[in-house]
């Protein structure tokens, strides 16, 4: 069931040449936790914004629960927002700022008492009530920021880059528990990210945003086994980008040799191939793919679970990233092996 | 880095030219002599008891300090919500209101003065309270504006944003979010006010009367017919006001903090 829905969403901010976000149209089911994902200035943030009434959208509706509030302002709207800098009232302690929005809907002391309380144990701070957020580490203000938010029992729940000013360390921890919180309190997400490793580690869906549009919509798979436009093949992961000519339906003429794709533009196209480096495999002796290729071993990059092979091949430079022990892993530079791949793993764009 | 010996002498220095004045006042308000004379012939506190047994001038002292105390109230009250929205409304003609509230800045004191004096006289407010007040609080405002300005700038938008997020009104998430936080700029404009009007002499010159006269002006008037040191006596209790009121903002708040640098 939908419950957040962005119709055509426009916002132009004065003298810019283009719009900050372009017509973003998204449904979002309830209890589902959507990335917004996309490098700076792609419109994310301006979208979550117009989300949370804080700012005004030129054209273009926001829903929730079939109840349309774009004219609604900030205080009316009943969103939790969790934004980058936590925006904590410094002069309030912990449990002073969860109370904050329930004080405002005039709920009575002993019941804000209890709220607090549970809000501040949802996210492991009961010990901390007392503090004022200078007095709180990064990670602490976060989850009062979070605990803040979820208090109110809002209808959504926005999340503007919530991890970005925590050191890397602690990232993929508090990650893990955002996630598991909201999973918990079945709260309706949207989350503002730059990073594609959060989005796709947390997202139930990802939009992936750039100049203001969304370019795809789709399960955190979706995106990155079967990226929609060039955009997102780029942003998404990591990829081999060969430029290429398509001769016949299916295969793409690349360097000296034909490559086999799944889907192809017209023939005659000129076209750019991206190959995720895990979907390269070396060769094993009598082992046969949809594509096979000689190569040459240029340079090899060992990060420890994974090494890097980068190959001269006719088609082009390759890289393949395999699993340290798995047979070819150990091959040295300078040294021959063959490399495979799927045609359903050649993803085809118009260059 | 530890400043340097070079440094510090210069330091000294400056202090000693600013200060030298202060000191030769205050040497000679202990002075033991009838005249207005360095060095002093001996010391005494002759001049203060003189001071404090003087009714005019006594008087003189507590108009002042009540006077000071309503303007700083009345250019904070008129003050903060000007300065909240310069520093955070978008409107048509905000920055020509703000040019409007700095211009008694930049307009001569005398001008001014006689311009008030033109301007309240037909309205039989010249030489009253409220004519002193108001005429006190126009020249108080632009500072308690300008600092009011700053510090509300300092606010992080998104700290009010997170408030209206969570159900509050602009003007709720003004007075109980913005303002606190931003409340030792006010604590700061006030005292700011307060001294203006407390050492405002020009101004007064034009507007005080016979029955209604402020401490400066006194002692302007004091100086123009006495030479003894009871004067010097007189600034030294001003200095002592003034002093207190910064260390009373020091006290509450912090004075950097108060003026926006930490």
């Known amino acids: 069931m939908t419950h957040l829905r962005l119709e055509g969403l426009t916002r132009r901010f004065a003298g810019t040449p283009h719009p900050a976000v372009d017509g973003v149209s998204l449904e979002l089911p309830r209890g589902a936790l959507l990335a917004l994902l996309g490098p700076s200035g792609c419109g994310k943030t301006t979208t979550l914004r117009m989300i949370a009434g804080l700012e005004v959208p030129d054209t273009g509706r926001v829903v929730v629960a079939d109840r349309d509030v774009t004219a609604l302002p900030p205080h009316r709207r009943n969103m939790g927002v969790v934004f980058q800098s936590y925006a904590l009232f410094p002069h309030m302690t912990a449990a002073a700022n969860v109370a904050f929005g329930l004080e405002m809907r005039g709920i009575p002391r002993a019941e804000r008492q209890a709220r607090v309380a549970e809000a501040l144990d949802l996210v492991g701070l009961r010990d901390y009530a007392a503090r004022k957020p200078s007095k709180l580490s990064g990670g602490q203000q976060q989850r009062v920021a979070l605990a803040r938010a979820l208090a109110i029992r809002p209808d959504l729940l926005l999340l503007d880059e919530p991890l970005s000013a925590l050191d890397a360390k602690l990232r993929e921890g508090v990650r893990d528990e955002i996630r598991a919180l909201q999973q918990r309190v079945g709260a309706t997400t949207v989350f503002v990210t730059h990073d594609q490793t959060e989005a796709l580690a947390m997202a139930d869906l990802v939009a992936v945003m750039n100049e203001g549009r969304v370019e795809q919509l789709g399960t955190p798979e979706e995106v990155f086994e079967r990226p929609a436009t060039r955009f997102v093949a780029t942003f998404v992961g990591r990829a081999a980008r060969l430029p290429g000519k398509v001769e016949a339906p299916g295969v793409v003429h690349c360097g000296a040799v034909a490559v086999k794709a799944a889907a192809t533009p017209a023939p005659g196209a000129s076209v750019e191939l991206f190959i995720r480096p895990h979907h390269i495999r070396p060769l094993a002796e009598g082992h046969s793919a949809d594509n096979a290729l000689d190569a040459q071993v240029l340079r090899r990059t060992f990060t420890g679970d994974v090494v890097a092979l980068e190959c001269a091949t006719p088609a082009g430079t390759l890289t393949a990233e395999l699993h340290g022990g798995t047979p070819g892993a150990s091959a040295a530079v300078g040294s021959r092996l063959r490399l495979g791949f799927a045609a359903q793993d050649v993803r085809v764009f118009p260059a | ?262």
Request: glycine share 6%.
């Open chain 2, 1 to 262: 880095m530890r400043p340097g010996w070079a440094l510090r002498l210069l330091a000294f220095c400056g202090y000693a030219l600013l200060l030298a004045p202060v000191i030769v006042v205050a040497l000679i308000s202990f002075s033991a002599g009838d005249f207005l004379t360095f060095p002093p012939p001996g010391f005494s506190t002759r001049w203060y008891e003189a001071l404090f047994a003087n009714g005019q001038l006594m008087a003189a002292l507590q108009r002042s300090a009540i006077l000071a105390s309503v303007v700083a109230v009345i250019a904070l009250l008129a003050g903060l919500p000007a300065a909240y929205a310069i520093a955070r409304l978008r409107f048509p003609g905000r920055d020509a209101i703000a040019m409007l509230i700095a211009a008694p800045l930049l307009l001569p004191t005398l001008v001014l003065g006689l311009a008030l004096l033109l301007a309240l006289q037909p309205l039989k407010l010249a030489a009253t309270w409220p004519g002193l007040v108001l005429a006190h609080s126009m020249v108080a405002l632009p500072f308690a504006v300008r600092i009011m300005t700053t510090a509300f700038g300092a606010v992080p938008r998104e700290v009010e944003e997170a408030a209206w997020t969570l159900g509050a009104t602009p003007m709720r998430a003004a007075l109980r979010i913005t303002l606190p936080i931003a409340a030792p700029g006010a604590a700061a404009a006030g005292a700011l006010c307060f001294l203006v009007s407390f050492d405002e002499t020009v101004i007064s010159l034009f507007l005080v009367g016979p029955r209604l006269s402020t401490l400066p002006v006194e002692m302007f008037r004091y100086v123009e017919t006495r030479t003894d040191p009871l004067v010097a006596a007189l600034a030294m209790a001003l200095i002592g006001v003034a002093l207190a009121v910064v260390l009373l903002v020091e006290r509450l708040v912090g004075f950097n903090r108060a003026l926006g640098r930490s």
